[in-house]
């Protein structure tokens, strides 16, 4: 079994930090990308970020120079620092791996619950 538990999110002001984390656990040989989407109401999931098991990064355009995404590998961790925020950022942000389990060739594609962002004064 792998899980990927997200927490951090919450209510914060526009202009206002926020960071959120994604924890992975379970029986993990390796993961590859890891990467934040979001969903908000009525729209479809959207790319936010993504980080390569080396760091390298990706940005949807609407967030470059206000998040920023990073990753623990020891901790088997993936960080969205969130500046600047708007009130368009409010969204379910779901964490998102590629992890190759334990005994397994191949790897697969996991998602966190959700945890949820509002972005309010």
């Known amino acids: 079994q792998v899980q990927l538990v997200e927490s951090g999110g919450g209510l914060v002001q526009p202009g206002g930090s926020l960071r959120v984390s994604c924890a992975a656990s379970?029986?993990?040989?390796?993961?590859?990308?890891m990467g934040w989407y979001r969903q908000a109401p009525g729209k479809q999931r959207e790319l936010v970020a993504t980080i390569s098991s080396g760091g390298t990064t990706n940005y949807a355009d609407s967030v470059k120079g206000r998040f920023t995404i990073s990753r623990d590998n020891a901790k088997k961790t993936v960080y969205l620092q969130m500046n600047s925020l708007k009130p368009e950022d409010t969204a379910v942000y779901y964490c998102n791996a590629d992890i190759r389990r334990q005994g397994r060739w191949s790897s697969n594609d996991y998602w966190g619950q959700g945890t949820q962002v509002t972005v309010s004064s």
């Open positions: 379970g029986s993990i040989a390796s993961i590859n990308d």
